[in-house]
């Protein structure tokens, strides 16, 4: 613990996932975790407003108020009254892009009562793909012009974000469209909601998710011109104004607690709100990225990331990425990401088709089994498949797979491309398919990594983070030996949550940059991974197989 001479000072950092909000308080001198709360979605989680077959998947605005004033409650409960007074500063870090339409005062339309059960009113998850239409249109648009407005990210753009998803509800919903002012991402609005904005207008848009998300870089003035937009769709003319023409990085101030939420959450109105960003940028800054190393967050998706020095990367554009932008990850350094649109979330589909007897009506009326027990049934039956997918023997007809079960995020995306599991014979069992399924996510780690690398960006090594990386032993050998690359595993136990801490404890002014945030607070040790020397030559001729396999959908 640091003295008592006046230099006590915590930090809150807030990680917003897919399923759950978790939050950690932290000596912002040390790296101590002081205190530590995670809340799952109660409405995401009973399945509500989202529509798999349809590629939609929405999130009400009070999962999020009431996952976050949880789980602060919760922590400031857990320290010391003389920890809780020295609380300087809170930052947070959310999906991306996942963004919702707000009127002219920034409220999301699902908190009025008019839409408050209205998908459409509601956030678009990251993994929303029910805009492919319009992403494709957009990439039409965008060949028909000489601005190449595309190049910054990867030449292609996504119904993962933030354009497309706009267009699709101005199109699709005439109601909420109407009523839409402008459209924010869920990392702008959740700083905006506790710094008590009340004016759409003075949003403060993160660098993050505006450079990989919509577009925006120095290089334009900001967006593309009016003329690109009007091009795609004369509708989305108005939006792009109300976008603004100012974006920040996530070590600057968005302004103070308001009296509101500082009452809520029990603390001060002189704690500091720090601009937001996407989790898995925030993530790769709390596991301890390195310029030239390849981090990859390994969840329910990949986000994979590299930052390298704006002076050696000069004017080089990647292709079929997800974004190269300056200041996005670390400020002052040119941020590059790609990613997988699915990798845990493949595993947790095969684990739930599994399940699918004891979660009908017919077996539940005969079959009791209680919250709990289904739940360990659920964990259990996951890490059984990991141990006896590592002992199978390596086999070249064995089962295969692709891993485009939510499309393709990089290389260049494609959200139209499906999964495919194949080889299957009446031999098959569910060990041998989960090898094939582990394999197919591997494979896509290695079809990135040698994208990049053939455009002469040099990938010195790679570090792993996330949940899957520190459970499953066999995902992560397995991930080594397909790429024929050491993994460094970080084992730290919340990434996001703690890498959003650091950034917190540079807008509190107890650090300068980043970087000497992460020298001073970063925490847990790290596991080493080496490839399997007698794999690589069986696992080249896989790969060779896998990508044959994927031509066939083109």
């Known amino acids: 613990m640091p003295d008592i001479m006046g230099k006590e000072e915590y930090v809150i950092g ?40 349809k590629n939609q ?67 678009f998850l990251w993994k929303d793909h029910s805009a492919a239409e319009e992403a494709e249109e957009i990439n039409k648009a965008d060949k028909g012009l000489a601005g190449d407005y595309l190049k910054y990210v990867g030449g292609r753009y996504s119904s993962e974000w933030y354009w497309a998803k706009l267009l699709h509800l101005l199109r699709t919903d005439k109601e909420v469209g109407r009523n839409t002012y402008t459209f924010v991402e869920q990392s702008d609005w959740i700083p905006y909601l506790l710094t008590g904005g009340h004016d759409a207008e003075k949003i403060k848009r993160n660098v993050c998710a505006a450079g990989h998300k919509a577009l925006w870089t120095a290089d ?22 109300r976008f603004g023409k100012k974006v920040y990085s996530a070590d600057e101030l968005a302004g103070n607690l308001s009296e509101e939420w500082a009452g809520k959450l029990g603390l001060s109105t002189r704690v500091k709100v720090g601009i937001g960003s996407i989790d898995a940028h925030v993530g790769a800054v709390g596991g301890g990225i390195k310029p030239y190393f390849m981090s990859k967050v390994i969840g329910t998706s990949t986000c994979d990331m590299m930052v390298v020095s704006k002076k050696e990367f000069k004017n080089k554009v990647v292709d079929g990425i997800s974004g190269q932008v300056a200041d996005s990850i670390i400020p002052g350094m040119v941020g590059l990401e790609a990613g997988q649109s699915a990798f845990g979330d493949i595993y947790s589909w095969f684990r739930n088709l ?49 891993d485009w079960f939510n499309g393709r995020r990089t290389p260049f995306v494609d959200p139209t491309v499906k999964g495919m599991i194949g080889h299957l014979t009446l031999g098959s069992h569910p060990p041998q398919v989960y090898r094939a399924l582990v394999e197919s996510t591997c494979m896509g780690s290695r079809a990135i990594i040698e994208s990049i690398a053939k455009q002469g960006v040099e990938i010195h090594g790679v570090n792993a983070l996330g949940g899957i990386a520190v459970k499953s032993k066999y995902v992560i050998q397995t991930l080594a030996d397909v790429l024929n690359r050491p993994i460094h595993v970080s084992e730290v136990e919340q990434p996001v949550a703690i890498g959003a801490a ?33 794999r690589i030559e069986f696992y080249n001729r896989r790969f060779i197989q896998y990508k044959r396999y994927g031509e066939y959908q083109h």
């Open 14 to 53: 807030v990680d917003f996932g897919t399923d759950s909000v978790r939050a950690v308080v932290v000596d912002a001198l040390t790296g101590e975790n002081m205190a530590t709360s995670v809340c799952p979605y109660s409405r995401w989680k009973k399945g509500l407003y989202c529509d798999a077959s």
């Open 57 to 123: 998947f929405r999130q009400h605005p009070l999962d999020y108020i009431d996952g976050l004033t949880t789980v602060i409650k919760a922590c400031v409960h857990q320290v010391k009254e003389d920890v809780k007074k020295y609380i300087k500063a809170l930052s947070v870090a959310t999906t991306g892009s996942s963004p919702v339409a707000v009127d002219e005062q920034g409220c999301p339309l699902a908190l009025l009562n008019d839409f408050k059960a209205h998908p459409n009113a509601m956030f």
């Open 220 to 241: 334009f003035g900001g967006l593309p011109p009016l003329s690109f937009f009007k091009t795609i769709d004369p509708v989305l003319e108005k939006y792009v104004p």
């Open 354 to 402: 599994l399940l699918w007897p004891l979660t009908q009506k017919m077996l539940k009326d005969t079959v009791s089994i209680s919250e709990e027990a289904f739940s360990n049934l659920k964990e259990n039956i996951l890490e059984e498949l990991n141990q006896q997918a590592a002992e199978l023997p390596l086999q070249e007809e064995a089962e295969f797979a692709l």
């Open 502 to 534: 650091m950034f917190a404890a540079v807008v509190s002014g107890c650090h300068e940059s980043v970087e000497e945030a992460y020298n001073k607070m970063g925490e847990g040790g790290e596991r080493f991974f080496s490839p399997n020397k007698e």
